[in-house]
């Protein structure tokens, strides 16, 4: 069965540092990944969709990266603001029917200005 | 493209009616939707998997008498809460699999905030 964890559940640091989030899997049988953004009591925002082909995606000062072999994915966010505190979710795609979506329980991230 | 609109937003209902749920994809079709729910400080849970036009598959543990879905088109699902207690009262999110743009991804509705008094 897969699962999906995300370590660690909250970070807080200050503006201006890099940081990196941690998405792992227990089956590298996944088809995507995708990492979303949800701010308290609203509904999610898709930061970036890694193919399973692919190793990373960027967005601005967003890069995901995809390591299946490993069953690992890392959400690095360069230049850190005030503005990127939000909960980050992983979620992992099966190689179902469906593409039904495996969710980890979420980085609470809070950027000190 | 590949917009999801959910409607009501939030809704609040005395304990024991009922309430819909509307999640429509606005320029795709549709052809699988999805029906998560999420409590506070939790991530999202799937609740059930409906496919146009067929039944809808629920996950271990959510009533399907109780938690009713109805996928009548490529556009539209709607969720119907019956007699709504306190203990439903939750963050209910739709999103879309479908035939235009990327098949192999969910494309999320805003989400609606049921409170059940």
């Known amino acids: 069965k897969q699962e999906v964890t995300q370590i660690p559940a909250a970070l807080s640091v200050p503006e201006g540092e890099n940081l990196v989030l941690n998405c792992s899997f227990t089956?590298?049988?996944?088809?995507?990944l995708q990492w979303f953004r949800q701010d308290p009591g609203k509904g999610l925002t898709s930061l970036l969709l890694i193919q399973s082909s692919q190793r990373e995606q960027t967005s601005g000062r967003l890069n995901a990266s995809l390591d299946k072999s490993s069953g690992r994915s890392t959400l690095y966010i360069a230049a850190s603001q005030p503005g990127d505190s939000a909960t980050y979710l992983c979620a992992a795609y099966l190689m179902d029917s469906n593409y039904q979506l495996i969710w980890g329980a979420g980085t609470k991230l809070i950027i000190k200005p | 493209g590949a917009v999801v609109s959910q409607h009501p937003s939030w809704v609040i209902c005395k304990s024991g009616t009922s309430v819909k749920i509307e999640c429509r994809s606005l320029d795709f079709q549709a052809t699988t939707m999805f029906w998560y729910r999420q409590f506070p400080k939790q991530s999202l849970m799937l609740m059930a998997t409906s496919n146009e036009g067929s039944k809808a598959t629920y996950e271990q543990g959510v009533e399907k008498d109780k938690f009713l879905i109805n996928h009548a088109s490529l556009t539209l699902s709607t969720l119907t809460v019956t007699s709504a207690h306190p203990e439903d009262s939750s963050f209910y999110i739709c999103s879309a699999r479908g035939t235009s743009g990327r098949s192999d991804t969910q494309y999320f509705g805003p989400g609606t905030r049921l409170t059940v008094l």
């Open positions: 089956d590298s049988a996944i088809y995507n």
